[in-house]
């Protein structure tokens, strides 16, 4: 799946290891740790959810069922939250 941030609605970026979000409509900053980081920048360079598993799994020496787990329920939590949103692949003719 595919996913996209929404500029109108969030602006984040890295602090040390770990990331800040701010929330313009809601007016808040959240931080983000290093792996919610890691999968927020992975959708702003366009990654599909496969393809942050699989950077991750490299960067992490961990097993890739539970990276998707993991990957997974946090890309949720940013659906929830309205930093991300689905987007359809674009087919090109």
């Known amino acids: 799946m595919m996913y996209q941030i929404d500029p109108y609605k969030i602006m984040f970026t ?3 290891d770990e990331g800040v979000v ?7 900053y959240v931080t983000l740790n290093e792996t ?20 991750l799994c490299q960067q992490y020496n961990i097993c890739q069922a539970d990276c998707e787990k993991e990957v997974a ?16 692949k674009e087919v090109q003719l």
Do not use: C, D, M, P
Request: cysteine-free; glycine content about 8%; aromatic content about 8%.
């Open 14 to 16: 890295q602090l040390g």
């Open 36 to 55: 919610f980081f890691k999968i927020l920048k992975g959708v702003e360079e366009g990654n599909s959810q496969a393809e942050i598993v699989s950077k």
């Open 73 to 88: 329920e946090a890309l949720e939590k940013l659906l929830e939250r309205g930093y991300i949103s689905t987007r359809n």
């Open 22 to 28: 701010y929330a313009i409509e809601k007016n808040e």
